[in-house]
């Protein structure tokens, strides 16, 4: 899965409109326009480098502008707002940055979790997701592959879109 396709998933899944996507690129620092919008949300040939079109700083800026918009902004103990923090520093921390990341925004529990996956139809204990939640430091951390984010976002448009889920 590339970032192209996280955002273009998750946008799915979450029915954003294109000017609440715009205004959540711009909550994370991303100032886009329609145009830039409309190719990062047009899916990219899968011969291409994973962040062709969507940087890793991109999409972690979307995500903390989903947060924003979701949570609002974060206060520190002086009332003064903390900056979002960037925790992808390679290709392998992306789907767990991300899944954090989404939990965060939107509230969930790893319960929620293992439903969108159960309603993907497959399978994931709850120690197996716990290692992917983990700081990237702790000695039980695992690298989450595609197959999890895949089928968070597939079991949230599962549920969140039941009626175009229903048709395919």
Known sequence: MNNNDIIIRLRYALNIKNDDMIK?????????NEQDLHSILTKQKDDEKRDSKVSMIMLESFMNGLIISQR???????LKPIAPTFDMKKEEDINNVVMKKIKIAMSYT??????FMR????????????????????RNYKPAGDRYLRNILKGMAIVYRPEQSTKK
């Open 110 to 115: 790893s319960d929620d979790y293992l439903e």
């Open 119 to 138: 309603k993907a139809g497959i399978k994931v204990s709850s120690s197996e997701l716990s290692a992917v939640m983990r700081r990237p430091d702790h």
């Open 72 to 78: 609002g902004q974060k206060i520190g103990a002086d």
């Open 24 to 32: 959540v690129f711009s909550l994370g620092g991303i100032t886009l």
